[in-house]
């Protein structure tokens, strides 16, 4: 079975689910979208209004502002696969609860595997607290690799956030920057 069914058969699954309260909310079901062989992943917390309206994630202001990161850094997005740990939205945009994640992660953890990529970004400190370490601090670790298991992982801003505070925004270039040059370093030693 290729990747791209395999993500399909999860996704049923996925959508099936009632673990948390949001399953009864949500509009649509918000899984992940890009490449199934992608060799960069992107995961942020959670589905906002417009990506529960189109079941895509970061289609809003902050996935269009991700898209001009991407393209600023040389990386097509449909190269990559985007995803987010809860895959419905919280009402109101609220953080995810603890107790959403939990429920939800198993979700995450079926794509990873699936789509075995070699670089995780988190997508703003919710998402790297629970991917790479719970006291995780953005302003102070935003860029910093770590490795986790077979993946090497760093964080960046998520991209609401920049919309609300500009200041960011080139820090965010330059983390772009250092992802896109390990990245293509990935893709040529795979070609190699």
Not at 37 to 52: I, K, S
Not at 80 to 104: Q, S, T
Not at 137 to 143: K, L
């Amino acid at each position: 079975m290729s990747k791209e069914e395999l993500l399909a058969r999860a996704k049923e699954t996925c959508e099936g689910c009632q673990g948390c309260p949001l399953g009864k909310t949500r509009t649509n079901l918000v899984y992940g979208v890009g490449n199934a062989e992608a060799r960069l992943m992107f995961v942020g917390e959670a589905p906002g209004e417009r990506e529960d309206a189109t079941g895509i994630p970061f289609v809003g202001a902050a996935g269009q502002l991700l898209d001009r990161y991407l393209m600023a850094v040389g990386i097509p997005r449909e190269d990559v696969y985007i995803a987010n740990i809860l895959k419905c939205r919280p009402p109101h945009n609220r953080d995810p609860l603890p107790e959403e994640e939990d429920v939800c992660i198993a979700h995450l953890r079926t794509q990873v595997k699936i789509i075995a990529p070699r670089m995780i970004v988190c997508l703003g400190r919710i998402s790297a607290m629970r991917l790479i370490k719970p006291d995780f601090r953005i302003t102070r670790e935003h860029g910093i690799w770590f490795r986790r298991g077979n993946f090497d992982m760093c964080a960046v801003y998520h991209p609401s956030a920049l919309l609300r505070d500009a200041s960011k925004k080139e820090d965010m270039l330059e983390d772009m920057k250092v992802i896109a040059e390990r990245y293509r370093a990935y893709l040529t030693e795979e070609n190699n």
